[in-house]
């Protein structure tokens, strides 16, 4: 499966961004968003499954929003109200139906103060 994500860039404190990532190849079981900021590990951001199910990092509830368009096999991530500390390289997560996983090429988020 090939992950095509977008919308990663620098926004200032208290803005906004959208990610996407698209799957291409076969459909997806749970889609959704880890993130890395440097120094650290990788972590959930929030995730969704097929079925419109969603799971959400404690510090994004409230703030995040994950949706899919199942047609175009492709997950979005709207963020608001982004903190500094959430300057990460954001991660696309895919998981389908039989057990496969993969991981985007990570897509750079950056909030100034």
């Known amino acids: 499966v090939q992950l095509q994500a977008s919308g990663g860039g620098l926004v200032q404190a208290g803005g906004s961004l959208r990610l996407s990532c698209a799957a291409f190849g076969t459909i997806f079981s749970i889609m959704g968003w880890y993130r890395q900021a440097p120094g650290k590990q990788r972590e959930l951001v929030a995730i969704?499954?097929?079925?419109?199910?969603?799971t959400y990092a404690d510090s994004v509830k409230g703030r995040f929003t994950i949706s899919s368009d199942n047609a175009k096999n492709t997950v979005y991530l709207q963020m608001n109200s982004l903190k500094p500390e959430e300057t990460a390289v954001y991660y696309c997560?895919?998981?389908?139906?039989?057990?496969?996983?993969?991981w985007g090429q990570g897509t750079l988020v950056t909030v100034s103060s």
């Open positions: 997560n895919y998981r389908s139906p039989y057990g496969l996983e993969s």
């Open positions: 969704i499954t097929r079925g419109g199910s969603t």
